[in-house]
């Protein structure tokens, strides 16, 4: 991907269309900052002691598009793809072994899966699931914050990108 093939999200959108498109924009920013990229750099960790890699990213934003559209807004019980009890922090420690192929398709099933549940609720329908003082989310709400969680983690994508290849921008 290339920053030219993201669609910009429009100034004028309805408030739906805005905030999907300001979803799509910072998921199809992520993908730009791994492009190009072999597995092992996409392992590659940004300054010590951070543990941090664009390969940990992806797959902590599977986590987190699982997460809040499965088992909050729909009331799944989908469990962990890279957590555990003994590494509650799993998406962001890949080992050798896991692979961009691996990362990137269960990534785009979530986020697939994202869409799909999104696609059945209007921004004012609340989720199934609640929040730790028990209190519903609406859709609204999580698409704002999937934005905000997408945003945050760019941010730390770029340093990591440039600190591999030096390879800037947005």
């Known amino acids: ?22 979803l799509a924009y910072h998921r199809d920013t992520l993908a730009l900052k791994c492009a190009g990229l072999t ?7 940004s300054v010590p002691p ?18 809040w559209f499965r088992n909050v807004m729909a009331g799944e019980e989908a469990k962990s793809l890279y ?12 080992t050798e072994a896991d692979t961009w192929e691996e990362a990137g398709t269960t990534w785009r099933a979530e986020i697939d ?32 914050h999937m934005i905000e969680e997408y945003a945050r983690h760019n941010g730390h994508a770029d340093l990591v990108r440039e600190r591999i290849d030096g390879a800037t921008g947005d």
């Open 1 to 22: 991907m290339t920053a030219d093939e993201r669609s910009e999200p429009a100034i004028t959108a309805a408030e739906r269309p805005m905030l999907e498109g300001w």
């Open 39 to 45: 597995d092992a750099q996409l392992r590659e960790t």
């Open 50 to 67: 951070s543990q941090l890699s664009l390969l940990g990213l992806v797959r902590h934003m599977s986590e987190v598009e699982r997460h």
């Open 83 to 94: 957590c555990t009890a003994e590494d509650e922090d799993g998406d962001f420690h890949p």
């Open 113 to 144: 899966a994202a869409r799909e549940i999104a696609a059945k609720h209007g921004l004012d329908d609340l989720s199934i699931g609640r929040s730790r003082k028990g209190e519903h989310f609406n859709l609204r709400w999580i698409y704002t």
